[in-house]
Each structure stands twice: as structure tokens, then as C-alpha cells.
């Protein structure tokens, strides 16, 4: 016979909702708990099963995973535990944070009785989750993340970054720095399409298939390229002659926020950016590329050179 799987979840928002149907649809025994019986109803009529208290939820398996809106909400969702229904299981948190956070949570985890705790930060949307190319990076015990490993690519790419937690929350910003550059770049740009007469009914979805990601794809992926080499060696010039210079680039940023604001924009997603370059060139940098911003971004005094 089949061993049957099972897997307690505390909280049921967005992505707390979307591990439980992958759970209940890959046909684990799936206990649920939720502070709003609402969410929990929609979830059983699938075959999730309900637990009436945040004890009974995570007596009824022995692995247990916790996904609210923020660290303090599963501290005070954990100090309604029973330290004896903790006891010998296994605490995987999916909850956002930082490192002090996380640390914080393990503590109350073993002063709980569990028996393991084990960190993850999810880099997919609800939407995405379940998808082989999604990553969920983990940090924490080694022997929990190898007893799931196999069972928990139903959920994606399960990444182990090592066994100090501070990794996985370090990683989760990493990559959601990456995302809002991205992110905040394709708002300003599509904003100030809409002012023009370039625009009509559907064309920020066509500017995004038909213009970004063909830019993206074929040229700035080369010079994103370029950028990582030269902070790897530390040499920000290239030798060929053929960069953009930070003074070049100033000049360039400082035409957009005028475009911008002859546009009826506002410059404040590019304005500290510009402001980096300006005090790299300051700094003598006039003739580098914008990776040697990597620079200027750390706090005086931080462990960054």
C-alpha cells in the first residue's frame, strides 16, 4: 500500500490557500487552519480536512507548515500552541521576513517542542506555485529539508542554501530586488507610453510582448552580462571602448526626468538612481560603466567594499 502523506497547514491567505490545494490535489492528508472559517470551508469542500483550534492542526501531522502575513502574526498564531502538541515535529515557515525574524520564530519553535525548524522563502506567485521553474529556497536543518525534497516538488525547484536561517529570507530579498528594478522600470515606461499618442486599447500588453521583451531578451541581457563579469573583477571599464559611461549616463537620466516631467510624471522611481550616478562621478568614476554603482549603493560603514 501507498504511505499516506501528511502535512498540517497554518494559514490560509494567498499563497497559505495555494499550498493546501496543491497538497490536497496531489492527494495528501492535508489538516488546515485558518483564523477565518471561511477560507477553511473552501478548502475542505476540496478534502482538506479543518482543525478547530491551532493545537489540534498541528497535532494532527508531523510535519507543519506556517504561511501568514508577517512574522509577528505567527508569533502570536504559535503562542496559542500547546508545547505538547509540538513536540517531535517539524516547523517549516513560508512566512516573509528578515533574519532577526527568523531567528526569532526558530527560538519560539523550540521552546515549543519542535523538534526542527527549517526556513523557506517562495519566489512564485500563488499563480505560479507548482511549476517545476519555480524556486522555493530553504535554510535551516539539513535533515528535515532531505526528507521533503523529493515529496515537495510538487511545489517547484526546492533550492537548500545551508543551515544558517539567515540565508533563505537574504535570498527571498535578493531576488525581489531583482523583481521591482524590473518591475518599477515597466510601470514608469508604460506610464509614459499612456501619455502619447503611441498608445491605444491594449498597448501595454503589445509594448511588453512586441517591444520589452525582445529588448530585454536580445540586448540588455548582454549588458546585464557585461555588469556581472565586471563587479565580479572589479574593473568597471570596459577595454574596448564600446561602453556607456557614467557621464553619458547622467546625462541621459537627467534628459528623461525632463521628458517625465513635460509628460505630467513624476521622476521619483528614477530620481535616486540618478542621484547614485551623480555621486559615483563625483567619486572620479565619470568613466565607468553603471556597474561600478555597485559601489556607491552600500551604507557608510557596511561590511560592503
Same mark, same amino acid.
Given at each position: ?6 502535512? *498540517? ?13 496543491? =497538497?490536497?490535489?496531489?492527494?495528501? @492528508? /492535508? ?7 471561511? +477560507?477553511?470551508?473552501?478548502? $475542505?469542500? +476540496? ?14 501531522? !508531523? ?10 502574526? $505567527? ?17 517549516? !515557515?513560508? /512566512? ?14 523550540? +521552546?515549543?517542542?519542535? *523538534? ?9 506567485? &500563488? ?6 521553474? *519555480? &524556486? ?5 536543518? %539539513? ?5 521533503? %525534497?523529493?515529496? =515537495? @516538488?510538487?511545489?517547484?525547484?526546492? $533550492? ?66 557585461? =555588469? ?6 572589479? +574593473? ?13 549616463? $547622467?546625462? /541621459?537620466?537627467?534628459?528623461?526626468? @525632463? /521628458? ?34 555597485? @559601489?556607491?549603493? &552600500? %551604507? &557608510?560603514? *557596511?561590511?560592503?567594499?
Amino acid at each position: 500500500m501507498p504511505v499516506e502523506r501528511s502535512v *498540517s497547514l497554518i494559514g490560509l491567505g494567498l499563497m497559505g490557500s495555494a499550498l493546501a490545494r496543491i =497538497f490536497v490535489n496531489q492527494g495528501w @492528508k /492535508t489538516t488546515v487552519w485558518n483564523r477565518s472559517s471561511a +477560507k477553511v470551508d473552501t478548502l $475542505v469542500a +476540496k478534502g482538506a480536512l479543518p482543525a478547530a483550534s491551532v493545537t489540534e492542526c498541528i497535532g494532527a501531522s !508531523n510535519l507543519v507548515i506556517i504561511c501568514l502575513i508577517n512574522a509577528q502574526a $505567527v508569533h502570536d498564531v504559535l503562542g496559542d500552541a500547546d508545547a505538547h502538541s509540538c513536540a517531535g515535529r517539524s516547523l517549516i !515557515n513560508y /512566512t516573509s521576513g528578515t533574519r532577526v525574524q527568523a531567528q526569532q520564530t526558530q527560538e519560539i519553535a523550540m +521552546k515549543l517542542s519542535f *523538534s526542527a525548524y527549517l526556513h523557506g522563502a517562495v519566489l512564485a506567485s &500563488p499563480e505560479t506555485l507548482g511549476l517545476p521553474q *519555480s &524556486p522555493i529556497y530553504y535554510a535551516g536543518d %539539513e535533515e528535515v529539508f532531505r526528507s521533503i %525534497e523529493s515529496d =515537495f @516538488k510538487i511545489l517547484g525547484r526546492s $533550492v537548500y542554501l545551508g543551515d544558517d536561517l539567515a540565508l533563505a529570507p537574504l535570498i527571498g530579498c535578493i531576488m525581489m530586488d531583482a523583481f521591482f528594478g524590473l518591475a518599477v522600470g515597466f510601470l514608469q515606461s508604460t506610464a509614459l507610453l499612456r501619455t502619447s499618442r503611441l498608445y491605444s486599447a491594449g498597448g501595454a500588453e503589445r509594448f511588453l510582448l512586441e517591444e520589452l521583451v525582445p529588448f530585454f531578451s536580445h540586448c540588455q541581457l548582454t549588458t546585464l552580462s557585461d =555588469f556581472a563579469r565586471q563587479i565580479d573583477n572589479r +574593473k568597471y571599464l570596459r577595454g574596448d571602448g564600446n561602453g556607456m559611461p557614467l557621464s553619458l549616463l $547622467v546625462q /541621459t537620466l537627467d534628459n528623461m526626468s @525632463k /521628458t517625465h516631467h513635460q509628460y505630467g510624471l513624476c521622476n521619483d522611481l528614477f530620481g535616486p538612481l540618478l542621484n547614485l550616478m551623480r555621486a559615483r562621478v563625483a567619486q572620479g568614476g565619470a568613466a565607468e560603466e553603471m556597474s561600478s554603482l555597485i @559601489k556607491v549603493i &552600500p %551604507e &557608510p560603514g *557596511s561590511r560592503c567594499d
